[in-house]
Structure formats: structure tokens, C-alpha cells
């Protein structure tokens, strides 16, 4: 399924306020205001993280409606000479879901990740969300690990 009309940009600097819409979209699609609400980071914070080449943050927008988006950061790895890139989190508004935009902002990704010379992406996804489960399925291999928080 390809998404109609959507436009799949990457944020930059300058985008700051398209950030703060895709971290409120983050907040009530994950229905976790705590993590992405409460405490915003300061303009000077997200607009240094937004201008970094391993922060990658893409929006799905029609006009001027966030439809979704991602935010993943590109990794340096030790034990070759090659880059992974992480998805950190990646969230459609519930109207506009089942339309091919989460499909849209993974492909976006892989050309970056392409252009990068990345060798793999990945993402987690909690047990229980099977939509997340279904859509990483059709596009990836999966892999049964443990997460650990390792609290400070």
C-alpha cells in the first residue's frame, strides 16, 4: 500500500516547530505525556539535536497536517566499520493509519540509510502492539530479545 498525497520530509534547524507538533503526536499516540510532554527540552537542545547528521527526524504531512512520523539515530558501530540506524520511536495519528505512511517513513529512511552506507536498520516494538508487530514482520526480520533499563 503506498500513501496518497503524503509528503515524507526530514526535519531539520530550522523545523522547530514541526518538531514540537511530532513530539505532542508522539504524546497522544503513545498516550504518554509524562515522557514527551511534561518536561519539553529547550528550543537551543532540539534545534542542536535537529541539526546533527545522526539524528534523523521525518514527518508524514498532507498540507499542513502531521499525519506522523520518526525519529531514529544513526550508530556507529565498533565491531566492523559500518553504521546501524535505530528507529526510536515511529507514530501514525490513529485517523490516518492502515494508508501506507508508516510503510512511507521506513522507505524514506532506507534511502537515507542507503545514502549513509548503513547496513541494517532496527526497531523495537513493545509485545501486545500488534499493528507495530505486523508492520516490522512484513518489512524485517524479527529477533526475540530482552530489553533492560538500567535505571540511574
Known sequence: MKARNVDIERLGPVDLPIMRRLNALFADVFEDRESYAAHPPEDEWLTGLLARDHAIALTAR???DLLGGLFAYELEKFEQARREIYIYD???HAAHRRQGIATALIA???DIARARG???????ADYGDEPAIELYT???VREDVMHFDIVL
Open 62 to 64: 498532507r498540507g499542513d
Open 90 to 92: 515511529l507514530a501514525v
Open 108 to 110: 524514506r529512511l532506507r
Open 118 to 124: 548503513c547496513w541494517v536498520i532496527y526497531v523495537q
Open 138 to 140: 512484513r518489512l524485517g
